[in-house]
Nanobody
Framework: QVQLVESGGGLVQAGGSLRLSCAASGRSVNDFNIGWFRRAPGKERDFLAAIKWSGSRTYYADSVKGRFTISRDNAKNMVYLQMNSLKPEETAVYYC??????????????????WGQGTQVTVSS
């Protein structure tokens, strides 16, 4: 299985950037795909991006495509989310999540079995 810990959140002004990190550990960590999600207060959890542990395939939500970049460092068991041009409405708790590897990358939260505790991102205007 896999355990996940997010870090890198904080306060940033509109138009600024942050890089979030997701540290993954577990016996079969390389058998999982990793996704990033966010949940704003009083709102549903939204998919942002996903990546496979092997290969180069990535998948982005339309709302962040061109601004956010997901990447990985397999040697360090780390996944990153580089976020640029942040908007105040993107203030939320950001989570990484893991699911068993499949050919396609999923944007559906219920398909992810393991979740970190989240890291707060606050974007001020």
């Amino acid at each position: 299985q896999v355990q996940l810990v997010e870090s890198g959140g904080g306060l940033v002004q509109a138009g600024g950037s942050l890089r979030l990190s997701c540290a993954a550990s577990g016996r079969s960590v390389n058998d999982f795909n990793i996704g990033w999600f966010r949940r704003a207060p009083g709102k549903e959890r939204d998919f942002l991006a996903a990546i496979k542990w092997s290969g180069s395939r990535t998948y982005y939500a339309d709302s962040v495509k061109g601004r956010f970049t997901i990447s990985r460092d397999n040697a360090k068991n780390m996944v990153y989310l580089q976020m640029n041009s942040l908007k105040p409405e993107e203030t939320a708790v950001y989570y990484c999540a893991a699911m068993w590897s499949s050919t396609t990358l999923s944007s559906t939260a219920r398909e992810y079995s393991y979740w970190g505790q989240g890291t707060q991102v606050t974007v001020s205007s």
